[in-house]
């Protein structure tokens, strides 16, 4: 037999939702894909066919919330934005989806967004940095700078996002407050970067 | 616990920034020297730069090595144009970095004090002055947006009628933006750049670690005391709600006719992040200034200024330890407005009793008692083992600080030659490296200089004693004494 479409959806679901709370209530190191199992109520070859591993799980999950923090994100502009703020609301509303996840976030951004050459690419750490790097890519665009895939500006781009993300998940202040500061910071230093090579954009007011 | 951890993290980050720093003593003091003036001189690539200092950090420092390597591993295969391109970009990323390192940080906090604390730091520093100035970063408007649903879970649209994107005023640790209540009430938003308390107390650790190595003369343990003392005050700022506080209970101790206006606290619209207060509608010293007061306003606003610090002082023992000419707002109607009690000082019932002891050895005239006081307070156990030349000299500021006190009827704070003798002695103090003494001097000191400035700045008039004797309410037999005794 068959199992339908949505069946499989909420299954899909109920897994990301207990493993979440176990990685919440272990630690993603302590927590094993045998825990999650017991706790879906699954098979673990079952289990299996969903995600191959707990990296893919918390990535999913992570995706999921910067999906939504996007959305959000779109919504809250209102065209009158430097790309300064543009970028510090993106990254802000991203943040902000993607909180509920910090107690377990260290280890599997470390893991997944890791710029060390690994045998094992974990593919949802690629989409994530393919997603985010896409809306910032019309962030710039929007603001007159031309932004290609493989150009060096993306590349300083994300390894100061990547710099943001790891002091953000380990921040120990206040709604992660200290780590605002670190966000205007480094996009500024970004924006004041791409500015300063000759390529135009709307910078200079 | 956390103290202990804290404790912990400290000896870890000194363990670090001593590495950063050249072994030799010699040299360390000139590098530092040449480093600390490098860095204060330059001036950052554009004006929003200018305030990010506070950003600096150890954490930039980490990134900046972080992109280095990205920027390398990424050469490994390569051509040479590829490389040169990168190469551009990492030296431009570098120096944008290397302007404001944690050292631009300590350097402005540095700069604050030299302004502000003269006798808090070495005079070596002061030729420095000028270059530096102590305001935190500007934030734009989707900053102030994120802070809010922090602080309120709401933005700033949702909680106000209106609110104003651009700030109307700088604060030291954030900034001032108009908005309008539901309600309809005008107001003032202060709102504090995000994690500045960690970074003051960063700076402070960082500028007394880079201090050391200097040792600076017989009195370094004593600026070691007032730079914790000048931590814990600019530590309390950083809670807006202590400073609602504050302000409630100064503006308790006004009555609406005496024309001093403390603006009420909204603490619906308060956090410890953001302070909302009634918006006074007025000008600045400046614009005032420019105006062309008449002598009978200029006088009035002395009196409501002389007023207001006395009872302060009087009544709660409370020093307004940041005098601002920002602070006071000259309001239409002639009332005067008092914004900010982020900085106030109380004073311990110590401080205080020494206060009350050298005012009454002022107006017995007991020069014995006042050089006695005067050697209590510089921290010497007697007058030979504090030298001539200093007792001199700090006995002559003190007394010019005092000078009000012992003048019947109106004391011009307008005039120059009494404005410039309690500067130059003050400015002797400083040359000569006279500041050891009570860490709440630095207060008094600062007080008493910004308070004295602005009033003689508008060349105001007032009966000082008369001021004195209703709100100190001490009218008894000191007054006669001094008067009898002239
Ligand atoms: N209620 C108010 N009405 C009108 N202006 C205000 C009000 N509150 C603050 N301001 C303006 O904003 C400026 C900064 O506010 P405030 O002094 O409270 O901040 P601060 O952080 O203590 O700054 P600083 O230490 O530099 O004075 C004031 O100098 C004043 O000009």
Same mark, same amino acid.
């Given at each position: 037999?068959?199992?339908?479409?949505?069946?499989?959806?909420?299954?899909?679901?109920?897994?990301?939702?207990?493993?979440?709370?176990?990685?919440?209530?272990?630690?993603?190191?302590?927590?094993?894909?045998?825990?999650?199992?017991?706790?879906?109520?699954?098979?673990?070859?079952?289990?299996?066919?969903?995600? @191959?591993?707990?990296?893919?799980?918390?990535?999913?999950?992570?995706?999921?919330?910067?999906?939504?923090?996007?959305?959000?994100?779109?919504?809250?502009?209102?065209?009158?934005?430097?790309?300064?703020?543009?970028?510090?609301?993106?990254?802000?509303?991203?943040?902000?989806?993607?909180? @509920?996840?910090?107690?377990?976030?260290? @280890?599997?951004?470390?893991?997944?967004?890791?710029?060390?050459?690994?045998?094992?690419?974990? @593919?949802?750490?690629?989409?994530?940095?393919?997603?985010?790097?896409?809306?910032?890519?019309?962030?710039?665009?929007?603001?007159?700078?031309?932004?290609?895939?493989?150009?060096?500006?993306?590349?300083?781009?994300?390894?100061?996002?990547?710099?943001?993300?790891?002091?953000?998940?380990?921040?120990?202040?206040?709604?992660?407050?200290?780590?605002?500061?670190?966000?205007?910071?480094?996009?500024?230093?970004?924006?004041?970067?791409?500015?300063?090579?000759?390529?135009?954009?709307?910078?200079?007011? | 616990?956390?103290?202990?951890?804290?404790? %912990?993290?400290?000896?870890?980050?000194?363990?670090?920034?001593?590495?950063?720093?050249?072994?030799?003593? *010699?040299?360390?003091?000139?590098?530092?020297?040449?480093?600390?003036?490098?860095?204060?001189?330059?001036?950052?690539?554009?004006?929003?730069?200018?305030?990010?200092?506070?950003?600096?950090?150890?954490?930039?420092?980490?990134?900046?090595?972080?992109?280095?390597?990205?920027?390398?591993?990424?050469?490994?295969?390569?051509?040479?144009?590829?490389?040169?391109?990168?190469?551009?970009?990492?030296?431009?990323?570098?120096?944008?970095?290397?302007?404001?390192?944690?050292?631009?940080?300590?350097?402005?906090?540095?700069?604050?004090?030299?302004?502000?604390?003269?006798?808090?730091?070495?005079?070596?520093?002061?030729?420095?002055?000028?270059?530096?100035?102590?305001?935190?970063?500007?934030?734009?408007?989707?900053?102030?947006?994120?802070?809010?649903?922090?602080?309120?879970?709401?933005?700033?649209?949702?909680?106000?009628?209106?609110? *104003?994107?651009?700030?109307?005023?700088?604060?030291?640790?954030?900034?001032?933006?108009?908005?309008?209540?539901?309600?309809?009430?005008?107001?003032?938003?202060?709102?504090?750049?995000?994690?500045?308390?960690?970074?003051?107390?960063? $700076?402070?650790?960082?500028?007394?670690?880079?201090?050391?190595?200097?040792?600076?003369?017989?009195?370094?343990?004593?600026?070691?005391?007032?730079?914790?003392?000048?931590?814990?005050?600019?530590?309390? *700022?950083? $809670?807006?709600?202590?400073?609602?506080?504050?302000?409630?209970?100064?503006?308790?101790?006004?009555?609406?006719?005496?024309?001093?206006?403390?603006?009420?606290?909204?603490?619906?619209?308060?956090?410890?992040?953001?302070?909302?207060?009634?918006?006074?509608?007025?000008?600045?010293?400046?614009?005032?200034?420019?105006?062309?007061?008449?002598?009978?306003?200029?006088?009035?606003?002395?009196?409501?200024?002389?007023?207001?610090?006395?009872?302060?002082?009087?009544?709660?023992?409370?020093?307004?330890? $940041?005098?601002?000419?920002?602070?006071?707002?000259?309001?239409?109607?002639?009332?005067?407005?008092?914004?900010?009690?982020?900085?106030?000082?109380?004073?311990?019932?110590?401080?205080?009793?020494?206060?009350?002891?050298?005012?009454?050895?002022?107006?017995?005239?007991?020069?014995?008692?006042?050089?006695?006081?005067?050697?209590?307070?510089?921290?010497? $156990?007697?007058?030979?083992?504090?030298?001539?030349?200093?007792?001199?000299?700090?006995?002559?500021?003190?007394?010019?600080?005092?000078?009000?006190?012992?003048?019947?009827?109106?004391?011009?704070?307008?005039?120059?030659?009494?404005?410039?003798?309690?500067?130059?002695?003050?400015?002797?103090?400083?040359?000569?490296?006279?500041?050891?003494?009570?860490?709440?001097?630095?207060?008094?000191?600062?007080?008493?200089?910004?308070?004295?400035?602005?009033?003689?700045?508008? %060349?105001?008039?007032?009966?000082?004693? *008369?001021?004195?004797?209703?709100?100190?309410?001490?009218?008894?037999?000191?007054?006669?004494?001094?008067?009898?005794?002239?």
């Amino acid at each position: 037999m068959r199992i339908s479409e949505q069946a499989k959806q909420l299954c899909r679901a109920r897994i990301l939702e207990k493993a979440a709370e176990l990685f919440a209530a272990r630690g993603f190191d302590q927590t094993t894909t045998r825990d999650i199992a017991l706790a879906a109520g699954v098979a673990a070859g079952t289990m299996f066919n969903y995600f @191959p591993s707990k990296e893919t799980m918390a990535m999913t999950m992570v995706n999921e919330a910067l999906a939504r923090g996007r959305e959000e994100f779109q919504t809250r502009l209102d065209g009158s934005e430097a790309l300064e703020e543009e970028l510090f609301l993106l990254i802000g509303t991203e943040l902000r989806r993607l909180r @509920p996840l910090r107690p377990f976030l260290g @280890p599997v951004l470390e893991r997944s967004l890791s710029t060390f050459p690994r045998k094992s690419v974990c @593919p949802e750490g690629e989409t994530a940095r393919q997603e985010h790097m896409e809306c910032v890519r019309q962030v710039m665009r929007r603001h007159g700078f031309s932004a290609t895939p493989e150009d060096v500006a993306g590349t300083i781009y994300w390894s100061l996002y990547l710099g943001i993300l790891a002091s953000w998940t380990g921040d120990q202040s206040e709604n992660q407050e200290a780590s605002r500061g670190l966000i205007d910071y480094a996009i500024r230093t970004f924006v004041q970067m791409i500015s300063g090579t000759a390529q135009g954009g709307d910078h200079g007011h | 616990m956390a103290t202990e951890a804290r404790r %912990k993290t400290g000896i870890e980050d000194r363990a670090a920034l001593l590495n950063l720093m050249p072994r030799q003593e *010699e040299a360390a003091r000139r590098r530092l020297a040449e480093l600390v003036e490098s860095v204060a001189a330059k001036r950052p690539p554009t004006t929003s730069f200018s305030r990010l200092w506070i950003l600096g950090s150890l954490q930039a420092k980490v990134t900046c090595a972080y992109l280095a390597y990205w920027l390398r591993s990424r050469w490994a295969d390569a051509d040479e144009r590829e490389r040169l391109k990168s190469e551009t970009h990492l030296k431009a990323a570098l120096q944008l970095l290397g302007t404001m390192g944690y050292l631009r940080g300590a350097v402005m906090k540095l700069g604050q004090m030299l302004a502000t604390f003269p006798d808090a730091l070495p005079d070596e520093f002061a030729r420095l002055l000028p270059a530096l100035h102590f305001e935190a970063p500007a934030m734009h408007y989707a900053m102030v947006r994120e802070v809010f649903l922090d602080e309120f879970g709401k933005e700033p649209h949702e909680l106000f009628a209106s609110f *104003e994107r651009e700030a109307f005023a700088a604060a030291s640790l954030g900034q001032v933006h108009r908005a309008r209540l539901l309600s309809g009430e005008q107001v003032a938003v202060k709102i504090q750049y995000p994690g500045i308390a960690r970074t003051i107390e960063a $700076d402070l650790r960082n500028l007394r670690l880079l201090m050391q190595p200097m040792r600076l003369g017989e009195d370094w343990g004593n600026t070691v005391v007032k730079l914790a003392e000048v931590e814990r005050v600019l530590l309390a *700022e950083t $809670d807006y709600l202590a400073e609602a506080s504050f302000a409630q209970t100064v503006r308790d101790s006004f009555t609406p006719e005496e024309g001093i206006v403390i603006p009420r606290v909204y603490p619906e619209y308060s956090t410890r992040r953001v302070l909302t207060t009634e918006h006074l509608e007025g000008v600045h010293l400046e614009e005032l200034l420019d105006s062309a007061p008449s002598q009978e306003l200029r006088d009035r606003y002395t009196h409501l200024m002389t007023v207001a610090t006395t009872r302060m002082l009087y009544r709660t023992h409370w020093l307004l330890a $940041d005098p601002n000419p920002g602070n006071y707002i000259f309001m239409p109607d002639g009332r005067l407005g008092l914004v900010d009690f982020g900085c106030t000082r109380e004073l311990s019932d110590e401080e205080w009793q020494l206060q009350v002891e050298v005012e009454d050895a002022l107006l017995r005239r007991d020069e014995t008692e006042m050089e006695r006081l005067i050697v209590k307070a510089s921290l010497y $156990d007697s007058a030979e083992q504090m030298g001539q030349e200093r007792l001199e000299l700090i006995g002559r500021v003190i007394r010019w600080q005092l000078e009000p006190w012992l003048s019947e009827g109106i004391f011009d704070f307008g005039d120059e030659d009494f404005f410039r003798r309690g500067m130059e002695a003050m400015v002797e103090v400083m040359r000569k490296g006279f500041t050891r003494g009570m860490p709440v001097h630095i207060w008094t000191n600062r007080f008493i200089l910004g308070a004295r400035g602005v009033v003689y700045r508008l %060349k105001g008039r007032c009966d000082f004693q *008369e001021i004195y004797r209703r709100e100190s309410g001490r009218d008894g037999c000191g007054m006669s004494g001094a008067a009898t005794s002239k």
